[in-house]
C-alpha cells in the first residue's frame, strides 16, 4: 500500500517513514525541506534497507502536488507538514495560517480529486490550551492560546466539516503531546534549526557542549517540585500510533481524535535527572520568570487510544533521554555536514 507522507523529512515524520517502511509500506514523501535536510530522508533508508520516493515540493503549489497524485497509486496521506514554532506563530501569524491551514485545504482539494479519502493529521496537544482538568480527554473544550495552536484548531474543524460533506472520508485526528528522544540507531533524530525552543533538545545540547545552561521557566509552579509538568512520549511511541491509525482509517470511514501521550507527567527538574543519568553529564541550570503562555501541567488520558487503536506508549524516560543522547553525540551539528575543524577554525 503506497502512502503519502507530507513532512516525512521532519523529526516525527522521519520516524514514522522508518516504522512504514519496515512494516511493508510503499512510502512518497512530499517536504520542502523549510524545516528539515534531506539527509534524514538518506539515513531512513540506511536504517531500513529500503527506498522511498521524495517529492521537494512545497504543499502550496497545488500543480506541483497534482503529480505526485498523478504518478502514485496513494491509498492513504499521513499529514505532518507543518510550521510549529509557538513564538513564531505569535511573531508572523500569517506564515502560519497560510503555511499550515491553506496548505492543508489544497491538500484535501487534490486528495478528493483523485479520490483518496484516508487521512491522519498531526494535531497537537497545543489545541487544549489552558486547561486544568488532568488528564486531558480528547472531549475536553479546546481553547488554543496562540496562533499556531489555532491552525490546528481550525483545521481539526475543516476536517471535520469536510467529513459532514462526504461520509467516505476517513480521517484521523492526532493529538501529540511532547514527543522526544529519537530512534535507537542514533542516525535520525530531531535537529531544530537554531537555539532550540524545546527542554529536551536544549537539555541535549548543554549536556553535548553547544549551549552552556539551561534556563528554567519558573519553580513556583503549584507542582511537587514548582517546575513545570509535561507528559514526554518517545518519537518511536508516536510513530507507531500512526500505523495503528492508519490500520483503523483504510477499513472503516468517520473523523476520531486521539490523545497520543504516556498518561504520566513529569516535572523539569525530573527531566534534567533523567537526562543527566542518561548522559553522565551534569546540565548546569538558572532559574528564570515563568515563560509567557505556559501552563503548569499538561499530561494525555490515553485510554481511548489504548481501547480504539490498540496502542500505548512503551518506552519510558530513561530510554527517552538515552536515545535523545545517543542521536546529540553522533551528530553534535544535526544534520549539517560536519565540518573538519582544521579547515574552519570553529567548532
Ligand atoms: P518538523 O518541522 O521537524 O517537520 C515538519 C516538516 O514539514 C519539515 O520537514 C518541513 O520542511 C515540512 N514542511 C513544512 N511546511 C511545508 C510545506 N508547505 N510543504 C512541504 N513541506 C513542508 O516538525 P515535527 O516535529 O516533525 O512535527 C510534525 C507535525 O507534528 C507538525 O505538523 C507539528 O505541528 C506537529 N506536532 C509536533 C510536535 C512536536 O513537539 N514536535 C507536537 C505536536 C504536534
Ligand atoms: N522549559 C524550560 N526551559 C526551556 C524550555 C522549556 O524550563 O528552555 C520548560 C517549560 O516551561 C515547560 C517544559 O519545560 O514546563 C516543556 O517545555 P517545551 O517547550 O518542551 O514544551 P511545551 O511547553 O510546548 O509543552
Redesign the pocket.
Known sequence: MAILVTGGAGYIGSHTCVELLNDGYQVIVVDDFSNSNPESLKRVEQITGKQLKTYPIDLLNQIDLEKVFKENKIEAVIHFAGLKS?GESVAVPLKYYRNNVISTLILCEVMRKHRVKNLVFSSSATVYGATDKMPVSEDAFLKPVNPYGRTKHLIEELLRDLYQSDKEWSITLLRYF?PIGAHESGNIGEDPNGIP????P?ISQVAVGKLQR?????DDYPTKDG??I?DYIHVVDLAKGHLKALEKITSITGVETYNLGTGRGYS?LEMIDAFENASGKKIPYTVVDR?EG?SAI?YANPNKAREHLKWQASRDIHLMSKDAWRWQQKNPKGYQEIVDPRQTGVY
Open positions: 509557538v511532547n525552543n524545546n527542554l529536551l536544549y539551561l534556563n528554567i521557566f519558573g517546575t513545570g509535561r523539569v515563560r505556559d499538561c
